[in-house]
């Protein structure tokens, strides 16, 4: 069983940046993709960038591409998302999860573990 505990999440101004991380309870996900997901209020949990089990692959959500960037360290069981210029519309809560597969996939339903969440807040 794998453990993923998400941190970072909380109040910021708009344009402001905010960095997320991931930690897996142990290296267990160290060959499976991970990824970040985000749900707001009333809305469908959505990908938002996505890493294979190498770090070589990533990939991202049209409306992040240019501002969020994803990583991977610590034999693969942190994850990390670097969230620059945050606009009110990033307001959710982010979701990290683990792949069953080496690659990440904007599909919910290829992810085995997800975290509890951490919320984001972007005010105007």
């Known amino acids: 069983q794998v453990r993923l505990v998400e941190s970072g999440g909380r109040l910021v101004q708009a344009g402001n940046s905010l960095t997320l991380d991931c930690r897996a309870s142990?290296?267990?996900?160290?060959?499976?993709?991970m990824a970040w997901f985000r749900q707001a209020p009333g809305k469908e949990r959505e990908f938002v960038a996505g890493?294979?089990?190498?770090?070589?692959?990533?990939h991202y959500t049209d409306s992040v591409k240019d501002r969020f960037s994803i990583s991977r360290e610590n034999a693969g069981t942190t994850v990390t998302l670097q969230m620059n210029n945050l606009k009110p519309e990033d307001t959710a809560v982010y979701y990290c999860?683990?792949?069953?597969?080496?690659?990440?996939?904007?599909?919910?339903?290829?992810?085995?573990?997800w975290g509890q969440g951490t919320q984001v807040t972007v005010s105007s």
């Open positions: 890493v294979s089990w190498k770090g070589g692959s990533k």
């Open positions: 999860a683990a792949s069953r597969t080496p690659y990440s996939s904007r599909d919910r339903s290829t992810y085995t573990y």
């Open positions: 142990n290296r267990a996900v160290s060959n499976n993709g």
